[in-house]
């Protein structure tokens, strides 16, 4: 499997956004304080903060310059710019978004993030992506967030097919206490 080497560029505590930045991947996990006290925050609200990120973090990248955030038929996001299109995944759980836009075109990207539920029925859960229904509460929510993140950056659904990807990157994301998450990059 191959590595990359993450470099975080700003984490200014826990309410500001983690960014991160290597060859293959730009990636922002960003805590939005107006939903802090809600469990279940607006959907669609949510996905607008996503967009406006997204939309954010692709003006940065291309030093300005508005990049065009679209979805393909199947619902993943894409950035283009000019004749560029970048791989793009948006993920949100609760009050906390993720991004993430590929560096290349000939790349895709996933993520995902979850709020560690413990009264979430694990075992029923681990079993549906062929986990074993001991394993832990934290090993669990890993999991399913390597699941997520592979199936958003593949469209690869079977958890036996996942187990044959090679990412070229994987990196275990910086959020809140009480949440995990992880972003995958593959070739396309």
């Not at 470099?7 to 991160?20: C, D």
């Not at 991947?25 to 609200?45: A, C, I, N, S, T």
């Not at 929510?141 to 990807?165: I, R, S």
Request: hydrophobic share 40%; net charge negative; aromatic share 6%.
């Amino acid at each position: 499997m191959g590595t990359s080497t993450t470099f975080r560029m700003r984490r200014a505590g826990p309410i500001e956004p983690s960014v991160y930045c290597d060859r293959t991947v730009f990636g922002v996990v960003h805590v939005l304080k107006e939903y802090q006290d809600m469990r279940r925050p607006p959907r669609q609200e949510m996905s607008v903060a996503a967009h406006d990120i997204l939309s954010g973090l692709a003006k940065m990248i291309f030093e300005g310059r508005e990049g065009m955030v679209t979805k393909d038929q199947n619902g993943r996001p894409w950035v283009t710019l000019g004749d560029q299109s970048l791989a793009a995944s948006i993920s949100h759980s609760r009050n906390v978004v993720a991004v993430a836009l590929a560096t290349r075109p000939d790349l895709t990207v996933g993520i995902d993030i979850e709020y560690i539920d413990l009264q979430r029925p694990i075992a029923e859960l681990a079993a549906q992506i062929d986990m074993s229904a001991s394993i832990d509460v934290h090993g669990f929510y890993e999991g399913w967030c390597q699941y997520e993140a592979l199936f958003k950056a593949t469209g690869v659904l079977d958890p036996d097919q996942q187990k044959h990807l090679s990412p070229l990157a994987e990196i275990l994301l910086d959020v809140p206490a009480d949440f995990t998450g992880k972003l995958v990059v593959c070739s396309g």
